[in-house]
């Protein structure tokens, strides 16, 4: 075996189908390397070198992508080096690659100057001690609200208020909704301009699954959708930056057609679940991500210090769908 460790600009075309084949395998889809590079030219916050990659000639055995988004702490906005897609081929499983991979990744970022690592991952999967032998802790967040609840008769919406799905031309005014409603909270608050757009430019947000509110003809509020089948919608970034607009945007969704359950998931969850309760919906509550680890760089904090700092124990910690990495 002849093995290098590559970034993205050092990938070529023969190693895109071993890059879909990859990510297939660890999370059932087909993008390759190309879709990082569009990413990347659209704006999304990525690390300069993008990923590394464990190769073996035209073979990428284990791979790891590296975003840098912002992340709002107690001490100020900070980048974070955030990891995403750490996976190997089952067949080279043992052998150690990813762990080589992450320790490459974190001397890179590291020497960029980026003070914190963070990922999401799952309980389920062996992931988390392997993320625990290299240093990082397990960092409960602020939680989430879920609300669940039988959608009844088509309700119109109090006068002066409209719904429909935005235009492209719109959506640097929901972009705005976000800092208005962020503003002043801790956790992914600060998003780069042009959010809302580069999803949708990339194609993972359709305009149709938005839904805009608007107030005598200027957008006030704002939800990003998906269908969760069986005739159900699921609404899991509600961006209401006042207070009076907030019902208008449950009434809007919960009026879409052709429904028969709805379930919101809001952040933060002080901000919403009084509303959700006082309409009728069951309400639970669960942590974004499943389960996120964090490492600060240059500093031996324990894991409850990171909370702190990070603002996980805050109420009004703010991560939405589009914040995920």
Do not use: C, Q, R, S
């Given at each position: 075996m002849s093995l290098r460790i590559r970034t993205l600009d050092e990938l070529g075309p023969e190693h895109e189908a071993a890059v879909a084949m990859l990510r297939w395998k660890a999370f059932n889809d087909l993008y390759g390397a190309d879709w990082v590079r569009r990413r990347i030219t659209l704006g999304f916050p990525y690390?300069?070198?993008?990923?590394?990659?464990?190769?073996?000639?035209?073979e990428v055995l284990a791979m790891v992508e590296v975003n840098r988004p912002k992340l709002t702490l107690r001490t100020g906005v900070e980048t974070l080096g955030g990891l995403a897609y750490v996976c190997a081929r089952p067949t080279v499983s043992r052998m150690g690659l990813a762990t080589k991979l992450l320790k490459d990744v974190i001397a890179r970022e590291q020497a960029a100057g980026i003070r914190w690592m963070g990922l999401f991952t799952s309980r389920a999967l062996v992931a988390p001690s392997l993320y625990k032998r290299i240093g990082f802790a397990e960092v409960p967040l602020g939680q989430q609200t879920f609300g669940f609840r039988r959608i009844g008769p088509k309700q119109g919406l109090p006068s002066g208020y409209s719904a429909k799905s935005p235009e492209e031309k719109d959506l640097e005014s929901l972009d705005l909704l976000h800092d208005e409603f962020a503003r002043g909270r801790l956790g992914f608050a600060s998003r780069k301009k042009g959010h809302l757009s580069r999803w949708v430019q990339v194609g993972d947000l359709p305009l149709s699954s938005i839904l805009m509110v608007s107030k005598n003809g200027s957008p006030v509020a704002y939800a990003v959708t998906r269908s969760q089948g069986n005739g159900a919608l699921g609404a899991y970034?509600?961006?209401a930056?006042?207070?009076?607009?907030?019902?208008?945007?449950l009434q809007a969704v919960e009026s879409s057609e052709g429904r028969d359950?709805?379930?919101?998931g809001t952040s933060p969850s002080n901000v919403w679940e009084s509303v959700l309760a006082d309409r009728g919906y069951v309400i639970s509550h669960d942590t974004w991500g499943g389960v996120f680890m964090a490492m600060s760089l240059g500093r031996d904090l324990s894991a409850n210090e990171m909370r702190h700092e990070i603002g996980g124990d805050d109420p009004g910690f703010l991560i939405h769908v589009l914040d995920t990495f």
């Open positions: 690390a300069d070198y993008g990923a590394a990659y464990a190769v073996d000639g035209n970034e509600m961006v930056p006042k207070p009076e607009d907030m019902v208008p945007l359950w709805f379930v919101v």
